[in-house]
């Protein structure tokens, strides 16, 4: 497991209590400070894993590769099948080949979602994401899950103010793939980002670090967090 990935600045908040007019000072966590970084297998699968058609009753499944990421195989049957699954998905996919051998770029900067029926596509489809070096996220996981997990909720509401545009909008987008109420205002060069999360929420997380990365991330958001680790 490589280092979380974190910008050196750390945001400057102003925290308010969503139903108090007092307001004090606070920190909240770099969005890619959540995205633990993932051994890339180099070998690619023989077979992709198939898209399938989910139920309401489905399972989300959420990743993001913020940067890019590449492969190489000599098998370019096995490479088309490992691009098109990757562009089929959402992902950015660039493919060159040189001496025999397919170069293969992707990434997913933005979060993405999949609907899956059962545990077991769940199981496959975060084993292909992780030899892949993308990061995932189960949302409100089955009791029964395998995976170590992570409960959190912030019963009283906070608010930053964020001069860069673009990681205000990183921000929102990881607090709404968790399933928090945000909102956000831009005015005189900033952001006003507010989060909430009333209820307890759960995320199923691909490994043990990887649970403990993303319970330090939520925490110094200021979440109430809870951690189960595998059994």
């Known amino acids: 497991m490589n280092q979380i990935l974190a910008l050196s600045m750390i945001i400057v ?14 920190n909240i966590a770099d969005n890619n400070a959540a ?7 180099q ?9 399938v058609q989910a139920n309401r009753r489905s399972i989300s499944l959420n990743f993001r590769l913020a940067d890019w990421q590449k492969i190489q195989s000599k098998e370019m049957g096995q490479a088309q099948e490992i691009m098109e699954t990757l562009q089929s998905i959402g992902c950015e ?14 990434r997913c900067v933005d979060w993405k979602a999949m ?3 059962t ?42 103010h964020i001069h860069d545009l673009a990681q205000a909008q990183a921000l929102e987008e990881t607090f709404k793939m968790l399933g928090c109420k945000v909102s956000t205002h831009a005015h005189n060069g ?37 951690h189960t680790h595998v059994k």
Not at 35 to 41: E, H, L, V
Not at 125 to 147: E, F, H, R, Y
């Open 93 to 106: 996919v660039t493919g060159e080949q040189q001496d025999g051998i397919l170069n293969i770029s992707y």
């Open 35 to 41: 995205q633990p970084a993932i051994q890339t297998r």
């Open 119 to 160: 545990e077991q596509q769940v199981v496959e489809w975060q084993t292909w994401l992780t030899n892949k070096g993308i990061d995932s996220v189960v949302l409100n996981p089955s009791p029964k899950t395998a995976l170590p997990t992570v409960s959190f909720r912030m019963t009283n509401g906070r608010s930053a």
């Open 43 to 51: 070998t690619p699968q023989k077979n992709k894993v198939p898209i």
């Open 190 to 226: 900033h952001v006003d980002l507010s989060v909430q999360c009333k209820e307890w929420l759960t995320i199923g997380l691909t490994s043990e670090p990887s649970a403990h990365s993303w319970q330090d991330w939520l925490k110094k958001n200021g979440f109430e967090t809870r």
């Open 13 to 26: 908040l102003a925290i308010t209590n969503f139903t108090m007019a007092q307001s004090n000072t606070n």
């Open 115 to 117: 609907k899956l029926d």
